[in-house]
């Protein structure tokens, strides 16, 4: 289950174990390409250590689609986690499209 606070917010909120689910993230206004990457960092705190990274290929509609396997979802137990999403052109650093924005990991049981 993923939930955001409101259409204009890059908040996120998830269930305690998802995994696999598939949350589109869309991004206007910039030139992406479709051989451009954005990296996710998923972090416990603004300058902790990574807790996950991965890379996503944006597609023809300018959208990653936001997943974690069932290991990555493992590693996010409940609380609140920051995330930043970078974009990568041809390996090179563009800019940071989300910046600091929160992931909350809700409690199952």
Known sequence: MWNVKNKNSTDLTMCEGDYGIEFPFTFEGFPISTLDTLKLTVKKE???D???EKEFTVDGSFTIQLSFT???SAMLTPGTYIYILDWYSSGVFMCNMVNNSKLKVEDKA
């Open 46 to 48: 603004k300058n902790g």
């Open 50 to 52: 990574p807790y996950i």
């Open 70 to 72: 069932e290991e990555e």
